[in-house]
C-alpha cells in the first residue's frame, strides 16, 4: 500500500528537519491541532508538545538554549519509544533543530528512525527574509551584538569569531540539502520552496506529502511566533549585555525573560506592519540573494521531489532594504514585557510555596508514621507502664508535635525560599 504523493509506502515515518524560520512553528501548530484526527488516516504526530524539541536538541548534539534546564539526557530514547509503538502505521516528526546535526549524528537520526522508512522534508524561504529574524531569535537566547556588527560577522568573519557558529549550518541551504541527500537518498527527500504570499500553501503542501485530504491542516493562531521589532530587539538586547556582566544563574533569564517577559510581549503586543520589519543593509541583502541563488543551482541539479518555486530563494525584497533606524520601544510593548516578568517571578512564588507545602505535608505523614511506630515499641517494652495510653492515642499526640514543629520550621525557612526564587 502506498501513501503520499503517489508512492510512499504506508509505514513511512516522515522527519521535517526545518531549518529555523521557515514556516515550521505553522506546520507544528497544524499537526499539533490535528493529532486525534490524524489517527483516521493512520498517522501519529510525534511529541507531546507542539514539537520535540529537547529529543532534536539531544540527537543532534545540540546544548540547551540559554536559560533553559538541561534536564535528562533520556529524551531522544523516549521520543524513539513513541515513533516504534506506532508500529506499521505512519508517523511525523517535526523540529528545526534537527538541521543542525552534523554528518555523524545525522546518519545516527535516519538509522534510529528506520532507516529506509524515513523521508525527509526541508522547508526553505529566502535568506534575504531569514537573515533579521534569525538576529532577532538569537537576541531571545541572549546574543549582545547589534544587528549590523551580528551580519559582519556572519558574512566576514571566519567561523570562530562568528557569534553564532552555527548559522550557516542551518541556512546555507544548498549545502544543507545536499548534506541530507548524501546520507538518506535524494529519492527519499522533499523540499518545498514556501511561498509567502500564499499563506496555505505550506500546510497544502505537507497534506499532499501525507496523503491526508485537502484543507485537513489548518493554522494554529494562537501559537503565532511572531519575531521582536528592532525596538524590542535592541531592548532585549540591552538588557542581555547588563544580565550577562552580573554572571546571574542563566535558569533565570529562561524562567523570567523569555518565558516571561519576552513570551507575553510578543502575545499581547502586535506591532504595525512596518515597525515590524528590521530592515538590513543593502550589502547584505545583495550577498544572501546571491547565496540564494547558488543554494537554488545547487539543489536543481540534485534528485530531489521539490515543491514551489526555488527561484524564491534569490528574492531580494525591496521594501527589507535600508538601514536600522533609531530603536524605539512604544509604551504599550515595554508595559506588557514588564508584566511577564512579575507574573513568571509570582508564578516561581507560588511554585516555591506548593513545593513547600508538599514537603511540608510528606514529612508530617513520615512523623507520624514514627511516632506510631515507637509507641508500639513503648508497649512492647513495658505493657504495664502506660496502661490507659493506647497506641493509637499516643502516636496521635506524637505526630501533632511533630507537625507543629514542622510548622514553626517551615514559617522560619519559607520567607528565605521566597527571597531567593524572585531574586
Not at 483516521?40 to 545540540?62: D, N, S, V
Not at 528512525?113 to 522534508?121: A, E, F, P, Q, Y
Not at 511566533?225 to 535558569?251: H, I, T
Amino acid at each position: 500500500m502506498s501513501s503520499g504523493m503517489g508512492g510512499l509506502p504506508s509505514d513511512t515515518r516522515f522527519l521535517h528537519i526545518g531549518p529555523h524560520k521557515t514556516g515550521t512553528t505553522a506546520i507544528q501548530g497544524a499537526f499539533n491541532m490535528a493529532r486525534t484526527r490524524l489517527a483516521e488516516h493512520r498517522l501519529t504526530y510525534i511529541g507531546k508538545g507542539r514539537q520535540p524539541g529537547k529529543a532534536a536538541q539531544e540527537a543532534a548534539g545540540r546544548p540547551p538554549m540559554f536559560g533553559a534546564e538541561h534536564g535528562s539526557s533520556s529524551h531522544w530514547k523516549r521520543m524513539l519509544g513513541e515513533v516504534e509503538a506506532t508500529g506499521d502505521e505512519r508517523a511525523m516528526i517535526s523540529s528545526e533543530f534537527f538541521c543542525e546535526a552534523d554528518d555523524d549524528a545525522a546518519r545516527r537520526i535516519v538509522a534510529d528512525l528506520g532507516g529506509s522508512r524515513v523521508h525527509l522534508i526541508v522547508t526553505l524561504r529566502p535568506l534575504t527574509k531569514i537573515l533579521s529574524a534569525q538576529w532577532q531569535q538569537y537576541v531571545q537566547s541572549g546574543l549582545r551584538v547589534g544587528y549590523e556588527e551580528w551580519l559582519d560577522a556572519v558574512f566576514n568573519k571566519p567561523p570562530e569569531e562568528r557569534p553564532n557558529p552555527t548559522f550557516w549550518r542551518r541556512h546555507d541551504q544548498g549545502e544543507l540539502v545536499a548534506r541530507w541527500a548524501e546520507i538518506i537518498g535524494p529519492e527519499n527527500m522533499t523540499v518545498i520552496a514556501v511561498d509567502d504570499s500564499d499563506r496555505n500553501m505550506l500546510l497544502r503542501s505537507f497534506e499532499e506529502i501525507t496523503d491526508l485530504p485537502e484543507g485537513f491542516l489548518v493554522h494554529d493562531d494562537t501559537q503565532a511566533n511572531r519575531s521582536l521589532s528592532y525596538g524590542e530587539a535592541e531592548f532585549l538586547r540591552n538588557f542581555n549585555l547588563e544580565f550577562r556582566d552580573q554572571d546571574w544563574d542563566e535558569l533565570l533569564y529562561g524562567r523570567y525573560i523569555r518565558r516571561g517577559a519576552v513570551r507575553h510581549m510578543k502575545v499581547e503586543y502586535r506591532p504595525s506592519r512596518d515597525e515590524a520589519v528590521i530592515p538590513t543593509p543593502e550589502w547584505a541583502m545583495e550577498r544572501a540573494a546571491k547565496i540564494g541563488a547558488e543554494s537554488a543551482g545547487t539543489i536543481s541539479m540534485l534528485d530531489t521531489r521539490i515543491m514551489g518555486d526555488l527561484g524564491v530563494l534569490s528574492e531580494l525584497p525591496e521594501n527589507r532594504v535600508g538601514t536600522p533606524g533609531t530603536a524605539v520601544v512604544p509604551p504599550e510593548a515595554a508595559g506588557h514585557a514588564v508584566f511577564g516578568a512579575v507574573a513568571a517571578g509570582r508564578d516561581a512564588e507560588a511554585a516555591v510555596k506548593q513545593a513547600g507545602e508538599a514537603a511540608a505535608e510528606k514529612a508530617a505523614q513520615a512523623a507520624a508514621k514514627e511516632a506510631a511506630e515507637a509507641a508500639e515499641r513503648f508497649r512492647a517494652r513495658d505493657p504495664e507502664r502506660l496502661p490507659n495510653v493506647t497506641a493509637r492515642r499516643l502516636a496521635r499526640e506524637l505526630a501533632n508535635r511533630g507537625v507543629r514543629k514542622l510548622r514553626r520550621v517551615r514559617r522560619r525557612v519559607l520567607p528565605r525560599t521566597k527571597g531567593r526564587s524572585s531574586a
